[in-house]
C-alpha cells in the first residue's frame, strides 16, 4: 500500500464516511493492525462501509452483513488461515467475493486462491490502485449475484401461486407449443388453457411469452454465480 499513514488507532466497525451512504462493505481479515488500519482508511474513502476483523476465527463467528460485500483476507493468519476461512463461508453457504493477500505470493499459492474461487491474489506490498480495482470487480460481482437471487426467490414466489392445472399449461407455452396442442397434450377445452394461460401470464406478473421464458429459466436453474 501506498502513501498511507499507520499512525491512526484501529476504527470501530462498519465506520462510514461522513453523511455518506455505503454502497457496499469491505470484509477485511487480517492479523496486522496496521494492514487492517490502512486498508480501512483506504475503503472509507472511496465511499464503503467497513468492518474489520484480526482473524478467521473472529470473523466467523459473526454473522455477515446483509448488503453487497467482498472479503479481503491474508493467507497466512495464526489458526485459520485465508484458504482456510474461505473454506468454512463456502461450507456455509456464503457466497461472497474473496481477494487474498499476502507477503510470501508465489505462483501455485495463486493458482490455488484462483481455484478456490478467489477474485484476485494480491502479494504486499501492493499500490492501493490495485487494491480498489480488485475491491471494485469484487463489489460489482457480489452486486449482479444478489440481484439474481432475488430476481430467483421472486419468479419462484410467483410460480408456487400457480395451480397445478397452470404449471401444465405453462410448461406447453414455455415448450413452444400452441394452445390447440397444450389442449390436446392435458385433454382439455382449447378455451380453458386461454383461461389458465391468461391467469398464469398475470399471476407471474408477464405480458409477453419471452418475459415468460425469462422467468422459466431463472425459476429451473440456479444462480450463476460467476459473471465473470
Known amino acids: 500500500m501506498d502513501g498511507t499513514d499507520f499512525a491512526r488507532t ?17 470484509i477485511i481479515v487480517d492479523d496486522d493492525l496496521l494492514v487492517r488500519t490502512a486498508l480501512d482508511s483506504l475503503f472509507r474513502s472511496v465511499g464503503f462501509a467497513t468492518r474489520l476483523y484480526a482473524s478467521g476465527r473472529e470473523a466467523l463467528a459473526d ?19 485465508g484458504f482456510e476461512f474461505q473454506t468454512a463461508l463456502n461450507g456455509r453457504g456464503a457466497e461472497i467475493p474473496v481477494i487474498f493477500m499476502t507477503g510470501h505470493g508465489d505462483i501455485p499459492m495463486s493458482v490455488r486462491a484462483m481455484k478456490a ?24 460481482r457480489a452486486r ?5 437471487s432475488r430476481g430467483n426467490a421472486e419468479a419462484k414466489t410467483r410460480y408456487e401461486t400457480l ?10 407455452v414455455v415448450r413452444g407449443l400452441l394452445n390447440k396442442q397444450i389442449a390436446g397434450e392435458l385433454g ?25 421464458l425469462r422467468l422459466s ?5 440456479p444462480v450463476n454465480y460467476d459473471r465473470s
Open 10 to 26: 484501529e476504527p470501530q466497525d462498519m465506520t462510514t464516511p461522513p453523511a455518506l451512504e455505503p454502497s457496499a462493505m469491505v
Open 63 to 81: 454473522t455477515l452483513p446483509d448488503m453487497v460485500s467482498c472479503v479481503v483476507t491474508d493467507v497466512r493468519m495464526p489458526e485459520i488461515g
Open 117 to 140: 474461487g478467489a477474485i484476485d491474489f494480491l502479494s504486499k506490498p501492493f499500490r492501493d490502485q490495485d487494491m480498489l480495482d480488485a475491491v471494485g470487480a469484487a463489489i460489482e
Open 144 to 148: 449482479l449475484h444478489r440481484e439474481a
Open 163 to 172: 395451480t397445478p392445472r397452470e404449471r401444465e399449461v405453462m410448461d406447453g
Open 188 to 212: 382439455i377445452a382449447e378455451m380453458t388453457v386461454k383461461l389458465h394461460r391468461l391467469s398464469l401470464m398475470r399471476k407471474m406478473g408477464v405480458k409477453r411469452v419471452p418475459d415468460l
Open 217 to 221: 429459466d431463472l425459476i429451473k436453474a
